[in-house]
């Protein structure tokens, strides 16, 4: 088991900037995958950006909507993943939520049913 718990949400103006964490109650597998999705007011939960893990080696993935934009990144002392968010847009707010996966995938881990882990989301709010 592996709970998962957001924070770094708040409210910021447009071109502004925030980092989300993620922690994970445990230490992490050598193979795993670490997502970042957002779910906007009357709308579906979207992929964001994810990370998979493999020995070591890690593949980032990123929604075109936010290449250039935002960087997902972990530090495993810590348990912890990140979300840099740069240049945020009022189009950026949502509620996000981080996920996780134990073990590798041929499938890139951009869609919401590959995950078995969770957290309870942290509201991101973009407007001036």
């Known amino acids: 088991q592996v709970q998962l718990v957001e924070s770094g949400g708040g409210l910021v103006q447009p071109g502004g900037s925030l980092r989300l964490s993620c922690a994970a109650s445990?230490?992490?597998?050598?193979?795993?995958?670490m997502g970042w999705f957002r779910q906007a007011p009357g709308k579906e939960r979207d992929f964001v950006a994810a990370a998979a893990i493999n020995w070591g080696a890690t593949t980032t993935y990123y929604a075109d909507s936010v290449k250039g934009r935002f960087t997902i990144s972990r530090n495993n002392a810590k348990n912890t993943a990140y979300l840099q968010m740069n240049s945020l847009k009022p189009e950026d707010t949502a509620v996000y939520y981080c996920?996780?996966?134990?073990?590798?995938?041929?499938?890139?881990?951009?869609?919401?049913?590959?995950?078995?882990?969770w957290g309870q989301g942290t509201q991101v709010t973009v407007s001036s």
């Open positions: 445990r230490r992490t597998f050598s193979n795993y995958a």
């Open positions: 996920a996780a996966e134990l073990g590798s995938t041929t499938i890139p881990p951009t869609v919401p049913s590959l995950y078995g882990y």
